[in-house]
């Protein structure tokens, strides 16, 4: 391990390496500014065009957009009262509010300080726990991997919010999909109709930009969103040591919680950012503040929701699970490039692991330097036109799908999928479990004939294993709990 | 439309197209005698499981109170006309670069303030389009993409 860390390290270093972080954390800085646009987006934007590089280049673009993107939301938060992203929710009452009592750059300041902090503690439980877990899953066989297969689509539950039932709906959809193309075991052509481009399959890069990029496009066409007029002073503030330090405190605990949730499939950076926030409320002196202007408020939000970017790349990385919607793009990008997450990852490509690893807290560092030179420009980003920006994505959008297999079907796969995303949460239905299904389906598929195939036909083979058996009782308290959750929040409210 | 009505009908577009599914799964003829070990095991799985879903979800969705969704369909249909406009026009003419150029120009403008100084809006919007073709072609060519 040792050893790996050192070559990560010195691989982190190299020029094209450091291009790649830098110019990350300048997309995901922007994109996650713009009120609007996501980070899933700006990775699913980017992701295309990594396709010809490297893949420790590739990946290490894409992290820096994920954490930049992340903290990036911060600031339309701060300055518009507008979240950037669902996890600078929480930082928008308290930066707003100092935005307008004239101390947007110490709000600025202490949302940057925050996120570093909260990033690099992520990124260092990332580097510590991810090769352990990574070992322990080199014993999986099968059965295990059927049943973690089936643990990664609890994070479907995670991510319905409310509609749970739809949510399986979507998620048994987007499995659906994934039986299009060759048959993994026999290689028998499965849904093709008799045509040439659905034989490999539906290509899962032009299915996640249209479902979260083009989608969201169309979603601010129809609100007509206009250029952002609301002018924001900016003043020099200065921000050190003696700003941050009354903070510590709640950043080392918020990046902490971030850190436990960010590893748990389905959590993610809004739960995390949420949760900090209110820790910190409850164990403050001055909990009157919190939502009137208060700097500890915005500490906890952004440290709590900046501390999940590393760790959710822990099941990521050693399972082959996504933990939320960003990391299901991101593990789109290591299947694009010919990697198959999971524990082999690690034994078969451990530079290129442990490069990504180191890469995370480099990144945050990037961030850092980046976002205190670019702070005063922040104000100007956030009021860039609509009707500019725009069709601007739109064209990179269909340019990027166009581009991974060089024909006009993955731009009109894009598209199909761009209306489905944006006609189904309309009704309730969310588009995620379409996605995280479409990158487990095959895992699940052939994991579990496999298993069939060992045991002769007998689903006692989940059974007589510890490690099923643990995931199977995981999977249904995962989803008996808001199951139960909900029946007895309606009972309460009645009662 | 209503929620209600829009949940329903999304229901049935997925129960049809699991039917459609399950039907062209049939079609083939299997490659194994043993049901687990077959081609069709799982997808078979997944329709029953879908069908099984959608039926609960059907039954709470006309449980449910529905509410209206009012949706501006007028620019979101023009920007999908011109979407589908733009990429048959590519395939059937092959002027990637003018077509893009276009495409961005008349987007710009519709996307656009109204009643502002139409002069400026439209120097503005060329200069824009123009430049974002110009990165379009930079961006093909750094990844060597032939269009």
């Keep these: 391990m040792g050893e790996n860390i050192l070559f990560g390290l010195l691989q982190v270093f190299e020029w094209k390496h450091l291009l790649a972080m830098i110019a990350g954390v300048s ?5 996650g500014a713009l009120p609007g646009l996501s980070v899933p987006m700006g990775v699913a934007l980017m992701l ?49 509010a100092l935005t307008q009592q004239g101390k947007a750059g110490k709000a600025l300041n202490m949302a940057l300080y925050s ?40 994070v479907i539950a995670g991510v319905s919010g409310k509609s749970l039932g739809k949510g399986l709906v979507m998620g048994c959809f987007g499995m659906l999909i994934a039986t299009v ?22 290509d899962l890069i032009p299915a996640l930009i249209g479902l979260f990029a083009i989608s969201e496009l169309l979603n601010q066409i129809e609100k007509k969103t206009k250029a952002l007029s609301v002018k924001v002073k900016y003043e020099k503030d200065r921000f050190g040591w003696s700003d941050y330090k009354p903070h510590t405190k709640t950043i080392f605990k918020s990046s902490l919680i971030g850190g436990i949730i960010g590893a748990i499939p389905g959590a993610g950076a809004a739960i995390s950012s949420f949760i900090s926030y ?26 709590g929701g900046n501390g999940t970017t590393g760790s959710t790349l822990i099941p990521m990385m050693t399972l ?45 560092l990037i961030l850092f330097v980046q976002a205190k030179l670019a702070i005063r ?61 479409m990158i487990l389906g095959p895992l699940a598929e052939t994991s579990l004939r496999q298993s069939l195939i060992l045991s002769e036909g007998s689903y006692l083979i989940f059974f007589m294993r510890p490690i099923p058996v643990i995931f199977i009782l995981l999977i249904v308290l995962l989803f008996v709990i808001p199951l139960l959750k909900g029946k007895w929040g309606n009972r309460l409210q009645r009662a | 439309m209503n929620s209600k009505i829009g949940s329903i009908v999304t229901l049935l577009a997925i129960v049809s197209f699991g039917i459609f599914y399950f039907w062209e799964i049939n079609k083939v003829s299997s490659t194994s005698n043993s049901i687990s070990s077959d081609f069709k095991f799982f997808p078979k799985i997944l329709f029953f499981l879908l069908i099984f879903l959608c039926l609960i979800s059907l039954f709470q969705a006309i449980k449910k109170e529905g509410t209206k969704i009012e949706v501006n369909f007028k620019l979101l249909a023009i920007t999908v006309f011109l979407l589908v406009g733009y990429i048959l026009s590519w395939i059937f003419t092959g002027y990637f670069y003018l077509l893009t150029f ?46």
Aim: proline content about 6%.
């Design chain 2, 102 to 147: 276009v495409f961005l120009f008349i987007l710009f403008t519709i996307y656009g303030e109204r009643g502002k100084n139409i002069k400026r809006s439209i120097v503005v919007n060329v200069a824009t389009s123009v430049i974002t073709t110009l990165l379009v072609y930079s961006l093909l060519s750094f990844l060597s993409v032939q269009v």
């Design chain 1, 48 to 96: 295309p065009f990594t396709f010809g590089l490297p893949p420790t280049i590739g990946m290490l673009l894409l992290v820096g957009v994920y954490c930049a993107g992340v903290y990036g939301g911060s600031i339309s938060a701060i300055l518009l009262k507008t979240p950037g992203t669902a996890a600078s929710a929480a930082t928008a009452a308290d930066g707003f």
């Design chain 1, 278 to 303: 209110n820790e910190a409320r409850r164990t403050s002196k001055d909990p009157e503040s919190f939502g009137k202007g208060s700097l500890d408020g915005i500490a906890a939000a952004v440290s």
């Design chain 1, 181 to 202: 193309g060759i048959d993994p075991i026999d290689g028998v052509p499965r849904f093709n109709f008799g045509t040439n481009f659905l034989i490999s399959g539906i």
């Design chain 1, 320 to 364: 082959g699970i996504p933990g939320d919607v960003v990391t299901a793009v991101l593990l789109g990008a290591l299947l694009i490039q010919g990697l198959k997450p999971g524990p082999e990852l690690f034994t078969n490509h451990g530079n290129l692991v442990y490069t990504v690893m180191i890469g995370v807290i480099v990144v945050n």
């Design chain 1, 377 to 437: 420009w922040f104000a100007k980003i956030t009021q860039i036109p609509s009707s500019i920006l725009l069709p601007i994505v739109f064209g990179l959008c269909l340019l990027g799908s166009f581009s991974v297999t060089n024909s006009l079907t993955s731009v009109g796969i894009t598209l199909f999928f761009g209306v489905l995303g944006y006609i189904l949460p309309k009704y309730g239905y969310p588009v995620t479990p379409i996605l995280i299904a």
């Design chain 1, 27 to 31: 997309f995901g800085m922007i994109i």
């Design chain 1, 115 to 154: 996120a570093v902090s909260g990033g690099l503690i992520s990124g260092f439980i990332l580097l510590l726990v991810a090769p352990q877990i990574a070992k322990f899953a080199l014993s999986f066989g099968p059965p295990e991997y059927f049943a973690l297969a089936l643990f990664g689509m609890t």
